[in-house]
Every structure is written in C-alpha cells, then in structure tokens.
C-alpha cells in the first residue's frame, strides 16, 4: 500500500516563507511524476507544481519564480520551497505521485498566509 505523508505546512505572513515536504512509503520504487496541488475553500483542487522522474517540472503560472519544487527520488520524497507568500495562497496542499495509471494522494497540510 502506498502512502503519502506532508509536512511543513503552518501560518505565515506575507512575503514569508515556507518548505512543505512529502514521503512516499510503498513498494513503488519511484513513480513517474510527483508534486502538489493545493485547495482552498469554496474552489476547486489547482496543481501547484510537479516534477517528473526525469526532472522535467511544471508550475502553475501563479507560482512561477515565488515556487520551487525539487525531489529525492531515492528517498520517494519531494518538497516544495514557497517564497514571496501571499494571502491567495492560502490553501490545503496535497502531495501527489503517480506511477503507470495510478494516482496517489496524500492528506493535506494547511497553509494559511495571513496579514
């Protein structure tokens, strides 16, 4: 069974900073692409970024050069560094992984950017 396990979610102002972290456990020994997605209330699930294998990485356009994403394949981890915070970014963000045709999800882990 596969798991997806996030961290580093909290309360930040903005401008702030945070670093959300991802552990896949399981008998996958690395999937195809992983990431994240975020949710806030009231609106639907938004990919937020995600890398491939290959390393090859995709960023919605609301985070372009505030966001970086970046893996460990042999540890099955991904992280996400967040810059720049804004209140808009306030969301529940999702670890992703996927392998052949199967997507994984993890929990949830609140950010809240607040004035």
């Known amino acids: 069974q596969v798991q997806l396990v996030e961290s580093g979610g909290g309360l930040v102002q903005p401008g702030g900073s945070l670093r959300l972290s991802c552990v896949a456990s399981g008998r996958i020994f690395e999937f195809n692409n992983m990431g994240w997605y975020r949710q806030a209330p009231g609106k639907e699930r938004e990919l937020v970024a995600t890398i491939a294998s290959g390393g090859w990485k995709n960023y919605a356009e609301s985070v372009k050069g505030r966001f970086t994403i970046f893996r460990d394949s042999a540890k099955k981890m991904v992280y996400l560094g967040m810059n720049s915070l804004k209140p808009e970014d306030t969301a529940v963000y999702y670890c992703?992984?996927?392998?052949?045709?199967?997507?994984?999800w993890g929990q949830g882990t609140q950010v809240t950017v607040f004035s």
């Open positions: 992703y992984a996927d392998y052949q045709i199967v997507n994984y």
